[in-house]
Protein backbone atom coordinates (compact mmCIF):
# COMPACT_ATOMS: atom_id res chain seq x y z
CA UNK A 1 0.00 0.00 0.00
CA UNK A 2 1.54 3.67 -0.75
CA UNK A 3 1.31 4.80 2.82
CA UNK A 4 1.76 8.43 2.88
CA UNK A 5 2.68 8.46 6.56
CA UNK A 6 6.03 7.73 7.79
CA UNK A 7 5.20 6.65 10.86
CA UNK A 8 3.15 3.41 12.37
CA UNK A 9 -0.58 4.15 12.38
CA UNK A 10 -1.31 3.75 15.73
CA UNK A 11 -5.31 2.32 16.29
CA UNK A 12 -6.51 2.57 19.72
CA UNK A 13 -9.36 -0.30 21.10
CA UNK A 14 -9.82 0.23 24.67
CA UNK A 15 -13.19 -0.71 26.43
CA UNK A 16 -14.05 -2.45 29.76
CA UNK A 17 -13.22 -6.52 30.57
CA UNK A 18 -14.78 -8.61 27.72
CA UNK A 19 -16.11 -5.78 26.12
CA UNK A 20 -14.92 -7.57 22.62
CA UNK A 21 -11.82 -5.58 22.47
CA UNK A 22 -9.54 -9.19 21.51
CA UNK A 23 -12.57 -10.03 19.16
CA UNK A 24 -12.09 -6.87 17.07
CA UNK A 25 -8.64 -6.33 17.03
CA UNK A 26 -7.99 -9.81 15.43
CA UNK A 27 -11.08 -9.07 12.49
CA UNK A 28 -9.31 -5.64 11.94
CA UNK A 29 -6.00 -7.25 11.81
CA UNK A 30 -7.00 -9.69 9.45
CA UNK A 31 -8.41 -6.67 7.24
CA UNK A 32 -5.77 -4.83 7.09
CA UNK A 33 -2.97 -7.74 6.74
CA UNK A 34 -1.52 -9.66 9.48
CA UNK A 35 2.35 -8.57 8.35
CA UNK A 36 1.46 -5.55 8.54
CA UNK A 37 -0.09 -5.32 11.64
CA UNK A 38 0.61 -6.30 15.41
CA UNK A 39 -1.26 -5.96 18.59
CA UNK A 40 -0.23 -4.14 21.44
CA UNK A 41 -1.50 -4.84 24.65
CA UNK A 42 -1.70 -1.76 27.44
CA UNK A 43 -3.13 -4.48 30.18
CA UNK A 44 0.64 -5.48 30.70
CA UNK A 45 1.30 -2.16 32.05
CA UNK A 46 0.53 -3.64 35.96
CA UNK A 47 3.20 -2.24 38.48
CA UNK A 48 2.35 -5.20 40.99
CA UNK A 49 1.29 -9.14 40.50
CA UNK A 50 -1.86 -9.76 41.90
CA UNK A 51 -0.65 -10.47 45.15
CA UNK A 52 1.05 -7.41 45.52
CA UNK A 53 -2.06 -5.69 44.67
CA UNK A 54 -4.36 -7.90 47.34
CA UNK A 55 -2.15 -7.27 49.88
CA UNK A 56 -2.32 -2.71 49.03
CA UNK A 57 -6.01 -3.28 48.37
CA UNK A 58 -5.38 -1.60 45.21
CA UNK A 59 -7.54 -2.88 41.82
CA UNK A 60 -6.04 -3.58 38.95
CA UNK A 61 -7.67 -1.04 37.09
CA UNK A 62 -6.46 1.83 39.38
CA UNK A 63 -3.89 4.11 37.52
CA UNK A 64 -2.28 4.07 40.58
CA UNK A 65 -1.80 0.26 39.95
CA UNK A 66 -0.14 0.36 36.68
CA UNK A 67 3.44 1.91 34.90
CA UNK A 68 1.23 4.79 33.32
CA UNK A 69 3.42 7.22 32.60
CA UNK A 70 5.74 4.48 30.88
CA UNK A 71 2.58 3.43 29.14
CA UNK A 72 2.70 7.14 28.01
CA UNK A 73 6.38 6.74 26.81
CA UNK A 74 6.17 3.52 25.22
CA UNK A 75 2.49 4.59 22.94
CA UNK A 76 4.89 7.92 21.93
CA UNK A 77 8.08 5.90 20.66
CA UNK A 78 6.04 3.53 19.01
CA UNK A 79 4.22 6.56 17.15
CA UNK A 80 7.72 7.31 16.19
CA UNK A 81 8.52 4.06 14.90
CA UNK A 82 10.73 3.44 18.12
CA UNK A 83 10.86 -0.13 19.36
CA UNK A 84 10.12 -0.78 22.68
CA UNK A 85 11.00 -3.43 25.45
CA UNK A 86 7.53 -3.51 27.08
CA UNK A 87 6.55 -5.61 30.13
CA UNK A 88 4.77 -8.60 29.98
CA UNK A 89 2.08 -9.85 32.90
CA UNK A 90 0.66 -13.14 32.76
CA UNK A 91 -3.27 -13.18 32.98
CA UNK A 92 -3.53 -16.85 34.27
CA UNK A 93 -1.07 -16.26 37.53
CA UNK A 94 -0.60 -12.65 38.27
CA UNK A 95 2.51 -12.53 37.99
CA UNK A 96 5.08 -9.97 36.15
CA UNK A 97 7.41 -11.89 33.79
CA UNK A 98 10.60 -10.95 31.65
CA UNK A 99 9.85 -8.24 29.44
CA UNK A 100 9.25 -8.45 25.20
CA UNK A 101 10.71 -6.51 22.23
CA UNK A 102 7.79 -5.21 20.59
CA UNK A 103 8.55 -3.87 17.26
CA UNK A 104 5.89 -1.48 15.77
CA UNK A 105 4.78 -2.49 12.33
CA UNK A 106 2.52 -0.37 9.88
CA UNK A 107 -0.24 -0.73 12.04
CA UNK A 108 -0.13 -1.11 15.97
CA UNK A 109 -3.70 -2.05 17.31
CA UNK A 110 -3.16 -1.09 21.03
CA UNK A 111 -5.45 -2.58 23.23
CA UNK A 112 -6.66 -2.73 26.92
CA UNK A 113 -8.58 -1.33 29.39
CA UNK A 114 -6.40 2.02 30.16
CA UNK A 115 -5.57 3.56 27.28
CA UNK A 116 -6.74 6.98 27.06
CA UNK A 117 -6.56 7.42 30.73
CA UNK A 118 -4.25 10.66 30.04
CA UNK A 119 -4.13 13.29 27.55
CA UNK A 120 -0.13 11.77 26.58
CA UNK A 121 -1.35 8.58 25.53
CA UNK A 122 -4.70 10.17 24.02
CA UNK A 123 -2.12 12.41 21.95
CA UNK A 124 -0.61 9.10 20.03
CA UNK A 125 -3.47 7.84 18.60
CA UNK A 126 -4.49 7.82 14.60
CA UNK A 127 -7.56 6.95 15.53
CA UNK A 128 -9.59 5.70 18.62
CA UNK A 129 -12.66 3.31 19.36
CA UNK A 130 -14.15 2.75 22.60
CA UNK A 131 -16.37 -0.31 23.22
CA UNK A 132 -19.35 0.47 24.53
CA UNK A 133 -21.71 -2.88 24.43
CA UNK A 134 -24.96 -3.54 26.72
CA UNK A 135 -23.66 -4.32 30.22
CA UNK A 136 -26.00 -7.38 30.17
CA UNK A 137 -23.89 -8.44 27.22
CA UNK A 138 -20.96 -7.99 28.37
CA UNK A 139 -21.36 -9.45 31.89
CA UNK A 140 -22.42 -12.97 29.49
CA UNK A 141 -19.30 -12.62 27.30
CA UNK A 142 -16.98 -12.11 30.85
CA UNK A 143 -19.00 -15.31 32.45
CA UNK A 144 -18.34 -17.25 29.33
CA UNK A 145 -14.75 -16.18 28.50
CA UNK A 146 -13.32 -16.18 32.38
CA UNK A 147 -14.86 -19.90 32.64
CA UNK A 148 -13.80 -21.21 29.60
CA UNK A 149 -10.75 -19.59 28.32
CA UNK A 150 -9.51 -18.54 31.61
CA UNK A 151 -10.26 -21.47 34.34
CA UNK A 152 -11.70 -19.43 36.62
CA UNK A 153 -15.31 -20.81 38.57
CA UNK A 154 -18.74 -19.38 37.90
CA UNK A 155 -18.14 -18.06 40.97
CA UNK A 156 -15.33 -16.29 41.24
CA UNK A 157 -16.37 -14.71 38.04
CA UNK A 158 -19.69 -13.54 39.79
CA UNK A 159 -17.14 -12.05 42.79
CA UNK A 160 -15.11 -10.35 40.39
CA UNK A 161 -17.56 -8.26 38.47
CA UNK A 162 -18.82 -7.30 41.83
CA UNK A 163 -15.53 -5.88 43.04
CA UNK A 164 -14.99 -4.32 40.20
CA UNK A 165 -18.21 -2.82 40.41
CA UNK A 166 -16.65 0.60 41.54
CA UNK A 167 -13.71 0.50 39.33
CA UNK A 168 -15.80 0.19 35.81
CA UNK A 169 -16.78 4.08 36.25
CA UNK A 170 -14.10 5.96 38.09
CA UNK A 171 -11.13 4.27 35.43
CA UNK A 172 -13.16 2.44 32.58
CA UNK A 173 -15.94 4.82 31.47
CA UNK A 174 -14.64 8.28 31.46
CA UNK A 175 -12.55 7.29 28.85
CA UNK A 176 -15.39 6.91 26.38
CA UNK A 177 -15.97 10.46 26.06
CA UNK A 178 -11.97 10.48 24.14
CA UNK A 179 -12.94 8.20 21.42
CA UNK A 180 -13.88 8.83 17.84
CA UNK A 181 -15.82 6.11 17.20
CA UNK A 182 -17.77 4.52 20.20
CA UNK A 183 -19.05 1.16 19.39
CA UNK A 184 -21.82 -0.48 21.09
CA UNK A 185 -23.17 -4.08 20.69
CA UNK A 186 -26.95 -4.96 21.47
CA UNK A 187 -29.95 -7.24 21.59
CA UNK A 188 -32.36 -6.31 19.69
CA UNK A 189 -35.87 -6.69 21.33
CA UNK A 190 -37.06 -10.17 21.53
CA UNK A 191 -33.76 -11.56 20.15
CA UNK A 192 -33.04 -15.35 20.52
CA UNK A 193 -29.88 -15.05 22.74
CA UNK A 194 -27.37 -15.36 19.83
CA UNK A 195 -25.16 -13.13 19.21
CA UNK A 196 -24.68 -13.53 15.21
CA UNK A 197 -28.33 -11.26 16.23
CA UNK A 198 -27.11 -8.48 17.72
CA UNK A 199 -27.30 -5.07 16.60
CA UNK A 200 -24.26 -2.73 16.74
CA UNK A 201 -24.77 1.27 17.06
CA UNK A 202 -21.67 3.34 16.28
CA UNK A 203 -21.48 7.01 17.85
CA UNK A 204 -19.75 8.78 15.17
CA UNK A 205 -17.91 11.89 16.59
CA UNK A 206 -16.87 14.39 14.36
CA UNK A 207 -13.24 14.06 15.14
CA UNK A 208 -12.51 11.94 12.25
CA UNK A 209 -13.28 12.17 8.43
CA UNK A 210 -16.10 9.28 8.29
CA UNK A 211 -17.34 8.04 5.04
CA UNK A 212 -20.40 9.23 3.02
CA UNK A 213 -22.95 6.68 3.72
CA UNK A 214 -25.68 8.76 1.49
CA UNK A 215 -24.95 6.53 -1.11
CA UNK A 216 -26.58 3.90 0.53
CA UNK A 217 -30.06 5.58 1.52
CA UNK A 218 -31.08 5.45 -2.47
CA UNK A 219 -34.31 5.07 -1.64
CA UNK A 220 -34.64 0.91 -2.18
CA UNK A 221 -34.15 0.24 1.10
CA UNK A 222 -33.45 0.98 4.21
CA UNK A 223 -33.67 -1.65 6.39
CA UNK A 224 -31.11 -2.85 8.47
CA UNK A 225 -29.34 0.34 8.35
CA UNK A 226 -29.99 3.87 10.17
CA UNK A 227 -28.39 6.75 9.67
CA UNK A 228 -28.84 9.98 12.22
CA UNK A 229 -28.17 13.15 13.92
CA UNK A 230 -28.59 12.93 17.39
CA UNK A 231 -27.08 13.89 20.62
CA UNK A 232 -24.42 12.07 23.09
CA UNK A 233 -25.57 11.98 26.62
CA UNK A 234 -23.41 15.06 27.07
CA UNK A 235 -25.30 16.99 24.61
CA UNK A 236 -22.59 16.80 22.10
CA UNK A 237 -23.57 16.12 18.30
CA UNK A 238 -22.71 12.82 16.54
CA UNK A 239 -23.58 11.08 13.67
CA UNK A 240 -25.69 7.31 14.82
CA UNK A 241 -25.01 4.46 12.32
CA UNK A 242 -27.15 1.31 12.97
CA UNK A 243 -26.64 -1.45 11.85
CA UNK A 244 -29.09 -4.47 12.71
CA UNK A 245 -28.34 -8.31 13.16
CA UNK A 246 -31.09 -9.11 10.87
CA UNK A 247 -29.91 -6.95 7.70
CA UNK A 248 -30.13 -8.94 4.30
CA UNK A 249 -26.75 -10.34 3.29
CA UNK A 250 -27.35 -8.03 -0.06
CA UNK A 251 -27.77 -4.86 1.90
CA UNK A 252 -24.78 -6.02 4.04
CA UNK A 253 -22.54 -6.52 0.76
CA UNK A 254 -23.61 -3.07 -0.78
CA UNK A 255 -21.87 -1.55 2.43
CA UNK A 256 -19.31 -3.44 2.33
CA UNK A 257 -18.65 -2.59 -1.21
CA UNK A 258 -18.92 1.02 -0.81
CA UNK A 259 -16.38 0.88 1.60
CA UNK A 260 -13.57 -0.31 -0.23
CA UNK A 261 -14.42 1.40 -2.75
CA UNK A 262 -13.69 4.57 -0.75
CA UNK A 263 -9.97 3.44 0.08
CA UNK A 264 -8.90 1.32 -3.56
CA UNK A 265 -5.35 2.07 -2.16
CA UNK A 266 -6.22 -1.12 0.00
CA UNK A 267 -7.70 -2.94 -3.11
CA UNK A 268 -4.97 -5.32 -2.57
CA UNK A 269 -5.93 -5.99 0.75
CA UNK A 270 -9.60 -6.81 -0.09
CA UNK A 271 -8.12 -9.60 -2.00
CA UNK A 272 -6.42 -11.24 0.67
CA UNK A 273 -9.92 -11.14 3.05
CA UNK A 274 -12.05 -11.95 0.19
CA UNK A 275 -15.45 -11.60 1.51
CA UNK A 276 -15.13 -10.47 5.71
CA UNK A 277 -18.36 -12.27 6.41
CA UNK A 278 -16.92 -15.83 5.74
CA UNK A 279 -13.36 -14.68 6.74
CA UNK A 280 -14.93 -14.32 10.14
CA UNK A 281 -16.65 -17.52 10.84
CA UNK A 282 -15.41 -20.82 10.36
CA UNK A 283 -19.24 -21.62 8.79
CA UNK A 284 -22.19 -19.44 7.80
CA UNK A 285 -24.02 -19.86 11.13
CA UNK A 286 -21.18 -18.08 12.57
CA UNK A 287 -21.69 -15.13 10.73
CA UNK A 288 -22.50 -11.39 11.80
CA UNK A 289 -23.44 -8.68 9.46
CA UNK A 290 -22.93 -5.72 12.47
CA UNK A 291 -19.28 -7.37 13.97
CA UNK A 292 -18.24 -7.96 10.15
CA UNK A 293 -19.03 -3.86 8.80
CA UNK A 294 -17.72 -2.98 11.86
CA UNK A 295 -14.31 -4.16 11.33
CA UNK A 296 -14.41 -2.88 7.82
CA UNK A 297 -15.03 0.22 9.15
CA UNK A 298 -12.85 0.14 11.52
CA UNK A 299 -9.72 -0.74 8.94
CA UNK A 300 -11.57 1.57 6.82
CA UNK A 301 -10.29 4.63 9.34
CA UNK A 302 -6.85 3.04 9.94
CA UNK A 303 -6.25 3.01 6.18
CA UNK A 304 -7.06 6.61 5.70
CA UNK A 305 -4.88 7.72 8.81
CA UNK A 306 -2.05 5.99 6.72
CA UNK A 307 -3.08 8.02 3.79
CA UNK A 308 -3.09 11.26 5.75
CA UNK A 309 -6.11 11.92 6.31
CA UNK A 310 -7.48 13.60 9.09
CA UNK A 311 -10.39 15.80 10.19
CA UNK A 312 -8.37 17.83 12.80
CA UNK B 1 23.99 23.13 44.49
CA UNK B 2 23.27 25.88 42.51
CA UNK B 3 23.12 23.17 39.00
CA UNK B 4 22.87 25.03 35.74
CA UNK B 5 21.87 22.23 33.96
CA UNK B 6 18.50 20.85 33.17
CA UNK B 7 18.96 17.55 32.61
CA UNK B 8 20.61 14.45 34.47
CA UNK B 9 24.21 14.02 34.27
CA UNK B 10 24.85 11.01 33.13
CA UNK B 11 28.63 9.41 34.38
CA UNK B 12 29.69 6.51 32.24
CA UNK B 13 31.79 3.91 33.77
CA UNK B 14 32.99 1.46 31.15
CA UNK B 15 35.19 -1.62 31.66
CA UNK B 16 35.73 -5.57 31.51
CA UNK B 17 34.53 -7.79 34.04
CA UNK B 18 36.23 -6.86 37.43
CA UNK B 19 37.71 -4.10 36.26
CA UNK B 20 36.27 -1.72 39.32
CA UNK B 21 33.10 -0.45 38.25
CA UNK B 22 31.30 -1.15 41.10
CA UNK B 23 33.89 0.25 43.55
CA UNK B 24 34.73 3.64 41.79
CA UNK B 25 30.53 3.87 41.46
CA UNK B 26 29.84 3.55 45.05
CA UNK B 27 32.97 5.99 45.75
CA UNK B 28 32.01 8.69 43.48
CA UNK B 29 28.36 8.18 44.47
CA UNK B 30 29.49 8.77 48.32
CA UNK B 31 30.89 12.16 47.04
CA UNK B 32 28.48 13.65 44.93
CA UNK B 33 25.80 12.53 47.86
CA UNK B 34 23.99 9.34 47.83
CA UNK B 35 20.69 11.64 47.73
CA UNK B 36 21.73 13.29 44.77
CA UNK B 37 22.93 9.77 42.69
CA UNK B 38 21.62 6.70 41.56
CA UNK B 39 23.13 3.65 40.24
CA UNK B 40 22.59 2.45 36.49
CA UNK B 41 23.71 -0.67 35.53
CA UNK B 42 23.72 -1.51 31.85
CA UNK B 43 24.26 -5.03 31.86
CA UNK B 44 20.47 -5.45 32.50
CA UNK B 45 19.80 -5.50 28.99
CA UNK B 46 20.37 -9.05 28.31
CA UNK B 47 18.56 -10.32 25.43
CA UNK B 48 18.41 -13.86 26.86
CA UNK B 49 18.64 -16.16 29.64
CA UNK B 50 22.10 -18.07 30.41
CA UNK B 51 20.76 -21.54 29.54
CA UNK B 52 19.32 -19.93 25.80
CA UNK B 53 22.88 -18.23 25.73
CA UNK B 54 24.28 -21.51 26.09
CA UNK B 55 21.96 -23.37 23.31
CA UNK B 56 22.68 -20.21 21.24
CA UNK B 57 26.68 -20.27 21.32
CA UNK B 58 26.12 -16.57 22.29
CA UNK B 59 28.65 -14.67 25.09
CA UNK B 60 26.69 -12.34 27.57
CA UNK B 61 29.29 -9.46 26.12
CA UNK B 62 28.15 -10.16 22.22
CA UNK B 63 25.86 -7.26 21.57
CA UNK B 64 23.75 -9.94 19.25
CA UNK B 65 23.08 -11.37 22.85
CA UNK B 66 22.05 -7.54 23.90
CA UNK B 67 18.90 -5.26 23.55
CA UNK B 68 21.82 -3.04 22.08
CA UNK B 69 18.92 -0.44 20.86
CA UNK B 70 16.51 -0.68 23.89
CA UNK B 71 19.83 0.28 26.03
CA UNK B 72 20.51 3.71 23.35
CA UNK B 73 16.89 4.57 23.75
CA UNK B 74 16.70 4.37 27.54
CA UNK B 75 20.16 6.23 28.21
CA UNK B 76 18.66 8.94 25.81
CA UNK B 77 15.71 9.24 27.92
CA UNK B 78 17.17 8.99 30.89
CA UNK B 79 19.62 12.15 29.68
CA UNK B 80 16.27 13.69 29.06
CA UNK B 81 15.14 13.26 32.86
CA UNK B 82 12.53 10.50 31.56
CA UNK B 83 12.36 7.48 34.15
CA UNK B 84 12.16 4.16 32.19
CA UNK B 85 11.39 0.65 32.91
CA UNK B 86 15.02 -1.00 32.83
CA UNK B 87 14.97 -4.78 32.23
CA UNK B 88 16.71 -7.05 34.96
CA UNK B 89 18.67 -9.76 34.33
CA UNK B 90 19.32 -11.99 37.55
CA UNK B 91 23.59 -12.85 38.18
CA UNK B 92 23.02 -15.04 40.22
CA UNK B 93 20.86 -17.60 38.27
CA UNK B 94 21.03 -16.48 34.90
CA UNK B 95 17.49 -15.12 34.27
CA UNK B 96 15.12 -12.40 33.33
CA UNK B 97 13.15 -10.95 35.56
CA UNK B 98 10.17 -8.33 36.08
CA UNK B 99 11.34 -5.13 34.80
CA UNK B 100 12.73 -1.96 37.11
CA UNK B 101 10.93 1.75 37.05
CA UNK B 102 14.27 3.62 37.57
CA UNK B 103 13.91 7.34 37.87
CA UNK B 104 16.61 9.50 36.91
CA UNK B 105 17.97 11.55 39.77
CA UNK B 106 20.28 14.59 39.37
CA UNK B 107 23.40 12.13 38.90
CA UNK B 108 23.32 8.89 37.33
CA UNK B 109 26.05 6.72 37.39
CA UNK B 110 25.66 4.29 34.17
CA UNK B 111 27.97 1.08 34.49
CA UNK B 112 28.26 -1.54 32.95
CA UNK B 113 30.20 -3.35 30.13
CA UNK B 114 28.91 -2.54 27.14
CA UNK B 115 27.61 1.10 27.73
CA UNK B 116 30.11 2.89 24.69
CA UNK B 117 29.15 0.32 21.91
CA UNK B 118 27.36 2.61 19.62
CA UNK B 119 27.03 6.26 18.47
CA UNK B 120 23.70 6.76 19.87
CA UNK B 121 24.93 5.54 23.26
CA UNK B 122 28.14 7.89 23.78
CA UNK B 123 26.20 10.95 22.73
CA UNK B 124 24.46 10.28 26.29
CA UNK B 125 27.01 10.98 28.44
CA UNK B 126 28.20 13.69 30.29
CA UNK B 127 31.45 12.19 31.64
CA UNK B 128 32.85 8.79 30.06
CA UNK B 129 35.74 7.17 31.82
CA UNK B 130 36.95 3.65 30.76
CA UNK B 131 38.29 1.22 33.32
CA UNK B 132 41.86 -0.85 32.09
CA UNK B 133 43.47 -2.42 35.37
CA UNK B 134 46.52 -4.46 34.37
CA UNK B 135 45.05 -7.47 33.39
CA UNK B 136 46.78 -9.75 36.41
CA UNK B 137 45.19 -7.42 38.80
CA UNK B 138 41.42 -7.76 37.07
CA UNK B 139 42.24 -11.56 36.84
CA UNK B 140 43.13 -11.75 40.49
CA UNK B 141 39.87 -9.24 41.54
CA UNK B 142 37.53 -11.56 39.48
CA UNK B 143 38.90 -14.73 41.10
CA UNK B 144 38.25 -13.21 44.46
CA UNK B 145 34.93 -11.65 43.70
CA UNK B 146 33.43 -14.42 41.92
CA UNK B 147 34.84 -17.38 44.55
CA UNK B 148 33.33 -15.11 47.54
CA UNK B 149 30.80 -12.61 46.77
CA UNK B 150 29.26 -14.80 43.66
CA UNK B 151 29.58 -18.42 44.52
CA UNK B 152 31.74 -19.73 41.81
CA UNK B 153 34.12 -22.24 42.40
CA UNK B 154 37.58 -21.43 41.37
CA UNK B 155 37.49 -23.87 38.23
CA UNK B 156 34.28 -22.14 36.91
CA UNK B 157 36.11 -18.44 37.18
CA UNK B 158 39.33 -19.66 35.26
CA UNK B 159 37.11 -21.43 32.71
CA UNK B 160 34.81 -18.17 32.16
CA UNK B 161 37.88 -16.19 31.60
CA UNK B 162 39.04 -19.10 29.01
CA UNK B 163 35.74 -18.61 27.71
CA UNK B 164 36.34 -15.01 27.53
CA UNK B 165 39.08 -14.26 26.39
CA UNK B 166 38.09 -14.13 22.66
CA UNK B 167 35.05 -11.34 23.90
CA UNK B 168 37.08 -9.25 25.47
CA UNK B 169 39.17 -7.78 22.95
CA UNK B 170 36.30 -7.99 20.10
CA UNK B 171 33.10 -6.42 22.60
CA UNK B 172 35.23 -4.38 25.23
CA UNK B 173 38.48 -2.97 24.63
CA UNK B 174 37.04 -0.94 21.22
CA UNK B 175 35.23 0.83 24.02
CA UNK B 176 38.28 2.14 25.35
CA UNK B 177 38.73 5.23 22.93
CA UNK B 178 35.60 6.70 23.20
CA UNK B 179 36.27 7.77 27.20
CA UNK B 180 37.34 11.30 27.94
CA UNK B 181 39.56 9.72 31.08
CA UNK B 182 41.02 6.02 30.55
CA UNK B 183 42.23 5.00 34.26
CA UNK B 184 44.50 2.08 34.66
CA UNK B 185 45.35 0.64 38.67
CA UNK B 186 48.50 -0.93 38.26
CA UNK B 187 51.06 -2.49 40.28
CA UNK B 188 53.95 -0.31 41.60
CA UNK B 189 57.67 -2.98 40.53
CA UNK B 190 58.62 -4.89 43.85
CA UNK B 191 54.97 -4.41 45.67
CA UNK B 192 53.82 -6.76 48.51
CA UNK B 193 50.39 -7.69 46.46
CA UNK B 194 47.98 -5.55 48.65
CA UNK B 195 45.60 -3.12 46.74
CA UNK B 196 46.51 0.00 48.72
CA UNK B 197 49.91 -0.23 47.15
CA UNK B 198 48.47 0.02 43.57
CA UNK B 199 49.33 3.03 41.55
CA UNK B 200 46.66 4.90 39.17
CA UNK B 201 47.57 6.30 36.04
CA UNK B 202 45.17 8.66 34.47
CA UNK B 203 44.97 8.92 30.41
CA UNK B 204 43.47 12.47 30.25
CA UNK B 205 42.20 13.38 26.54
CA UNK B 206 41.42 16.93 26.09
CA UNK B 207 37.75 16.10 25.51
CA UNK B 208 37.17 17.51 28.95
CA UNK B 209 38.32 20.47 30.67
CA UNK B 210 40.41 18.55 33.37
CA UNK B 211 41.72 20.60 36.30
CA UNK B 212 44.82 22.67 36.28
CA UNK B 213 47.37 20.80 38.34
CA UNK B 214 49.94 23.29 37.71
CA UNK B 215 50.01 24.36 41.42
CA UNK B 216 50.93 21.38 42.73
CA UNK B 217 54.28 21.20 41.33
CA UNK B 218 55.88 24.07 42.81
CA UNK B 219 59.03 22.45 43.01
CA UNK B 220 58.76 21.43 47.01
CA UNK B 221 58.29 17.70 46.33
CA UNK B 222 57.47 16.11 43.27
CA UNK B 223 57.04 12.29 44.89
CA UNK B 224 54.20 10.63 44.56
CA UNK B 225 52.82 12.62 41.51
CA UNK B 226 53.41 12.95 38.10
CA UNK B 227 51.90 14.64 34.58
CA UNK B 228 53.30 14.65 31.33
CA UNK B 229 52.28 14.68 28.07
CA UNK B 230 52.10 11.66 25.76
CA UNK B 231 51.15 10.37 22.98
CA UNK B 232 48.25 7.22 23.39
CA UNK B 233 48.80 3.79 21.93
CA UNK B 234 47.20 5.08 18.87
CA UNK B 235 49.78 8.15 18.39
CA UNK B 236 46.45 10.92 19.51
CA UNK B 237 47.76 13.31 22.38
CA UNK B 238 46.93 12.66 25.96
CA UNK B 239 47.45 13.98 29.55
CA UNK B 240 48.96 11.24 31.95
CA UNK B 241 48.38 12.16 35.35
CA UNK B 242 50.49 9.19 37.83
CA UNK B 243 49.42 8.84 41.34
CA UNK B 244 51.71 6.30 43.71
CA UNK B 245 50.47 3.93 45.85
CA UNK B 246 53.37 5.26 48.51
CA UNK B 247 52.17 9.15 47.70
CA UNK B 248 52.61 10.60 51.33
CA UNK B 249 49.61 11.61 53.55
CA UNK B 250 49.95 15.20 53.32
CA UNK B 251 50.44 15.83 49.79
CA UNK B 252 47.26 13.41 49.24
CA UNK B 253 45.62 15.67 51.22
CA UNK B 254 47.09 18.62 49.15
CA UNK B 255 45.41 17.46 45.87
CA UNK B 256 42.32 16.58 47.52
CA UNK B 257 42.38 19.99 48.72
CA UNK B 258 42.76 21.65 45.03
CA UNK B 259 40.34 19.66 43.22
CA UNK B 260 37.48 20.60 46.42
CA UNK B 261 38.48 24.23 45.82
CA UNK B 262 37.94 24.51 41.83
CA UNK B 263 34.31 23.16 42.72
CA UNK B 264 33.61 25.71 45.26
CA UNK B 265 29.75 24.76 44.26
CA UNK B 266 30.18 21.41 45.89
CA UNK B 267 31.22 22.48 49.59
CA UNK B 268 28.39 21.29 51.19
CA UNK B 269 29.31 17.81 49.54
CA UNK B 270 33.01 17.84 51.25
CA UNK B 271 31.17 18.58 54.31
CA UNK B 272 29.27 15.66 54.09
CA UNK B 273 31.90 13.19 52.68
CA UNK B 274 34.52 14.51 55.05
CA UNK B 275 38.34 13.26 54.17
CA UNK B 276 37.53 11.15 51.34
CA UNK B 277 39.88 8.34 52.91
CA UNK B 278 38.60 7.83 56.14
CA UNK B 279 35.34 7.68 54.15
CA UNK B 280 36.58 5.08 51.73
CA UNK B 281 37.73 2.24 54.19
CA UNK B 282 36.44 1.35 57.65
CA UNK B 283 39.68 1.96 59.02
CA UNK B 284 43.10 3.58 57.94
CA UNK B 285 44.35 0.08 56.60
CA UNK B 286 42.28 -0.14 54.14
CA UNK B 287 43.16 3.53 52.72
CA UNK B 288 44.23 3.83 48.97
CA UNK B 289 45.37 7.80 48.29
CA UNK B 290 44.87 6.54 44.65
CA UNK B 291 41.54 5.14 44.86
CA UNK B 292 40.03 7.99 46.68
CA UNK B 293 41.83 10.67 44.76
CA UNK B 294 40.32 9.14 41.40
CA UNK B 295 36.94 8.83 43.12
CA UNK B 296 37.14 12.93 43.87
CA UNK B 297 38.38 13.66 40.60
CA UNK B 298 35.96 11.78 38.57
CA UNK B 299 33.11 13.28 41.19
CA UNK B 300 34.64 16.33 40.10
CA UNK B 301 34.18 16.07 36.28
CA UNK B 302 30.45 15.20 37.10
CA UNK B 303 30.34 18.39 39.15
CA UNK B 304 31.89 20.26 36.35
CA UNK B 305 29.50 18.76 33.77
CA UNK B 306 26.23 20.19 35.99
CA UNK B 307 27.77 23.97 36.22
CA UNK B 308 27.71 23.65 32.11
CA UNK B 309 31.54 23.44 31.62
CA UNK B 310 32.27 21.69 28.59
CA UNK B 311 35.63 20.94 26.92
CA UNK B 312 34.03 20.85 23.36
Known amino acids: MPKRVDHPIILGIVGDSASGKTTLSAG ?119 TTKRGYKLEDVVASLGRRKQDSPNFIHPQRTFADIVIRFQSPKGANGSDTQLDVRHLLRPTLPHPDFSPLFDGTSNAGLHLELARDRDGKPVDVLEINGNISDKRAERIEDLLWNLIPEAGHLRDEVGRIDIANGANGANKSHPLALTQLLVGYHAVKAAMGVRAY
Open 28 to 146: VAQILGEEHCSIFCTDDYHRYTRQERNEAGLSALDPRANYVDILEQHLRLLRRGEPVLKPVYCHTDGTLGRPRYFRPTEFVIAEGLLGYTTRAMRDCYDVKIYLDPEDDLRVKWKIHRD
